[in-house]
């Protein structure tokens, strides 16, 4: 089946550590993005990418980080930098970016301890 | 630039009874207009979407929405709700330009009361 997957469900951060999250789809997509949601706030865009090899910063880039080596992954990583990462992370694909419906993974949820 | 207002944050119902989710947008282009639903702790999916043609857009789960461009609303509708509806609704916009990307609403929280 074609789809969106992202790991881990759930993840730890321990104080000045960066993390990364992984987000893999197997729909041909040439388009990926990087979500945070907060309760009550709805989605705000992070990092998108258009093509391997290239991104660029959403809304909310300050304290993430982002690759696109392949065209079916683009990881996210938290950095320390990043002094408010608790939220739930979604990562979505689409064929392009423009007016095309994106399909999302079912999430990572970041804790810091 | 556009931008997406979702005016209830949170509307409760009762099993079989209507409901509406309201959903007004800002765009000085030409727009398509998607809703997504978000069940807990899972990603999102379409509802619908409104590219052009005709107003009145058909989804999946009994959903439907229709397009007011004098208005600039886009309110989903659904005419008897389930229990399973219970969810968190998304109105999305993005401009009809090659450069705009997509802006997600704030959500409206809907519970279905049994």
């Known amino acids: 089946d074609g789809g969106i997957t992202q790991s881990p469900k759930y993840l730890f951060r321990k104080e000045g550590q960066n993390v990364t999250l992984s987000c893999e789809q197997n729909l041909n997509h040439d388009a990926m993005y990087w979500y945070r949601q907060d309760p009550g706030q709805g989605l705000r865009l992070i990092y998108y990418?258009?093509?391997?090899?290239?991104?660029q910063k959403g809304d909310i880039a300050e304290g993430y980080s982002v690759s696109r080596e392949k065209k079916e992954s683009f990881p996210l990583t938290v950095t320390s930098a990043q002094k408010n990462p608790t939220a739930f992370y979604l990562c979505?694909?689409?064929?392009?970016?423009?007016?095309?419906?994106?399909?999302f993974g079912p999430g990572t949820r970041l804790l810091v301890l | 630039a556009q931008s997406v207002t979702q005016l209830d944050s949170q509307v409760p119902v009762f099993e079989e009874a209507p409901v509406e989710l309201r959903c007004n947008y800002s765009s000085s282009v030409s727009v398509y207009l998607f809703w997504y639903v978000q069940y807990p702790n899972q990603g999102l999916q379409l509802l619908l979407k409104?590219?052009?043609?005709?107003?009145l857009v058909k989804g999946i789960n009994g959903f439907e929405a229709e397009f007011n461009k004098s208005q600039t609303s886009f309110h989903l509708r659904k005419p008897s709700v389930h229990i399973s509806d219970t969810a968190e609704y998304f109105c999305a916009v993005i401009g009809k330009t090659s450069y705009d990307k997509v802006i997600f609403g704030p959500g409206t929280s809907l519970s279905v009361i049994p």
């Open positions: 979505a694909s689409s064929t392009r970016v423009s007016a095309e419906t994106q399909y």
């Open positions: 990418s258009q093509i391997v090899n290239d991104f």
């Open positions: 409104y590219l052009s043609g005709s107003t």
